[in-house]
């Protein structure tokens, strides 16, 4: 079945800092990859997408690129500030209209 | 400007007292679900609507109940809450269901807590 995994946190980094956080899929047919961010206290904005294969979505200094041949969809940032500290989570979208979403990470970002 | 809109944003009540969460979006979309988050399991989907009197069960549709009168409304009721439904809980929407490369728009969340 379609299913998300999600590197466990919470992570914790210091200001400008590189962040990764881990995101790999299973899935059948041509799934669309997105990033949602959670703010505390906050519902789920769209941080990118990605729709089809070798795409790179970016955002806010983030990025992700989907990567079929390794089932992917990492999300990476070069310089973390305070202000990212949140929850972010990597979701499949697939045939039928369902998200199917990992199981989110915290991300803490230090002064 | 466009959006989700929830309804009540916290809500504290006790076992078997009905209640209803309310939905509303003003973008036209013909899809809206509503999901549930809890710590460690992420998001997950409890009913869906394709449009207007159409909806489904998504992956943990026990204890809920939907209805889809109006394109703009997808409340979610819980006819007899048991202290397993406390959660965090958002709708969504989106133009249409077989638009899977479209993100979902959420509400800001209703945090239910039965006691």
């Known amino acids: 079945g379609n299913s998300v995994t999600q590197m466990e946190g919470p992570v914790t980094l210091s200001e400008e800092a590189f962040l990764t956080i881990n995101c790999t899929y299973t899935?059948?047919?041509?799934?669309?990859l997105f990033w949602y961010v959670q703010y505390p206290g906050e519902g789920l904005q769209l941080l990118l997408k990605?729709?089809?294969?070798?795409d790179k979505g970016s955002n806010k200094g983030f990025e992700a690129t989907y990567r079929k041949e390794t089932t992917s969809f990492h999300l990476e940032k070069g310089s973390v500030q305070v202000s990212d500290s949140a929850v972010y989570f990597c979701?499949?979208?697939?045939?039928?209209?369902?998200?199917?979403f990992g199981q989110g990470t915290e991300l803490s970002v230090k002064p | 400007e466009a959006q989700v809109t929830q309804n009540p944003r916290y809500l504290i009540t006790v076992t078997g007292k009905k209640l209803t969460v309310t939905c509303s979006q003003n973008?036209?979309?013909?899809?809206m679900s509503w999901y549930r988050q809890d710590p460690g399991l992420g998001l997950r989907q409890i009913y869906y609507?394709?449009?207007?009197?159409?909806?489904d069960k998504g992956d943990v549709p026990e204890g809920y109940k939907v209805s889809r009168k109006e394109k703009r409304n997808f409340p979610l009721i819980l006819e007899s809450p048991s202290p397993n439904q406390t959660s965090l809980y958002f709708c969504?929407?989106?133009?249409?269901?077989?638009?899977?490369?479209?993100?979902?728009?959420f509400g800001d969340g209703t945090r239910l807590s039965i006691l």
């Open positions: 969504a929407s989106r133009p249409f269901w077989w638009e899977i490369h479209q993100p979902q728009h």
């Open positions: 973008m036209n979309h013909e899809y």
């Open positions: 979701a499949l979208s697939v045939q039928g209209g369902k998200l199917i």
């Open positions: 899935a059948t047919g041509y799934p669309s």
């Open positions: 609507s394709m449009n207007v009197e159409v909806t």
């Open positions: 990605a729709t089809k294969a070798d």
